[in-house]
């Protein structure tokens, strides 16, 4: 009952942190797992990815009511996002755990100086001077060509495969693939970003699932607990100085990538 009871609460911080950011606590769960949940980095993988996949689910549904997800260019990404995330799941099980530590604390620190060098940009910022991806006037479609596609694929496999090795849910890489290549607004970068997410997740999830990888005794009290956290973090999230959040979400992100680096290491 203990053990339970740990893992709704990490849930519930790894929710919360979702739920104030905009699912950018993902990234911390399986730092989170590892460090206060006592798991094996391959173990935390697929329980994290599993709490990525139910927030994203929620928030993708939203942004297909609201017609913010690009689907076409979501299936592209997702699909080649799906292909490699296996070899990332495989090149995760080959690795050394405190190699795999000190992996993902350098990607935390990574994020974290990223996060905190962005300004507060407007929702709808400009899109950069080289776009492949270009919509249409009168359809609002893409204008797909091979380098629009080609892009796109690249961006969904190189998340999937980190989503594969390290347990993230990819939106590090995604979210500014989408805004280089594509002329979309922030809104529908976001949308669109978590419906890759929300697949790539699930193929990663299944994929273990299937090699029996989970420990659901722990996996589903932490989901929970990272549901019902996300609904709180949801209701604040609007009280919040967005700005203020990126600055203490991109220390939070120091913090974990130092304590990471202290349990590589022994110390």
């Not at 919360?16 to 989170?32: E, R």
């Not at 070899?87 to 755990?97: R, V």
């Not at 890759?196 to 722990?218: E, M, N, P, R, W």
């Amino acid at each position: 009952m203990e053990i339970e009871l740990l893992h709704i609460l990490l849930g519930l911080v790894i929710g919360l942190v979702m739920g104030v950011t905009g699912a950018g606590g993902g990234i911390i769960g399986v730092p989170l797992l590892v460090l206060a949940g006592g798991l094996s980095m391959n173990a935390a993988v697929p329980i994290a990815l599993m709490a990525v996949f139910a927030a994203a689910l929620s928030a993708t549904l939203v942004g297909l009511k609201t017609r913010q997800v690009r689907y076409r260019a979501a299936l592209l990404m997702a699909v080649a996002g799906a292909l490699l995330s296996p070899a990332g799941l495989w090149l995760g099980q080959q690795l050394d755990q405190q190699l795999l530590k000190g992996l993902f604390a350098l990607l935390l620190l990574v994020l974290a100086v990223r996060a905190l060098r962005q300004k507060n940009s407007a929702i709808d910022e400009d899109v950069g001077t080289f776009v492949p991806c270009i919509r249409d006037d009168g359809t609002g479609r893409f204008q797909w060509t091979s380098r629009c596609a080609g892009y796109l694929a690249m961006s969904g496999g190189a998340a999937g495969f980190m989503s594969g090795l390290l347990g993230v849910g990819g939106g590090f890489v995604i979210v500014p693939a989408l805004q280089k290549y594509t002329d979309l607004g922030m809104r529908s970068v976001v949308a669109t970003s978590l419906a890759v997410t929300l697949l790539i997740s699930f193929t990663v999830v299944v994929t273990s699932a299937v090699a029996g990888k989970i420990d659901t005794a722990i996996a589903w009290p932490f989901v929970a607990g990272a549901l019902g956290g996300m609904v709180m973090g949801q209701a604040i999230a609007g009280r919040l100085n967005r700005q203020q959040v990126q600055k203490a979400f991109a220390w939070l992100l120091v913090v974990v990538a130092a304590l990471m680096l202290m349990k590589a290491f022994g110390i």
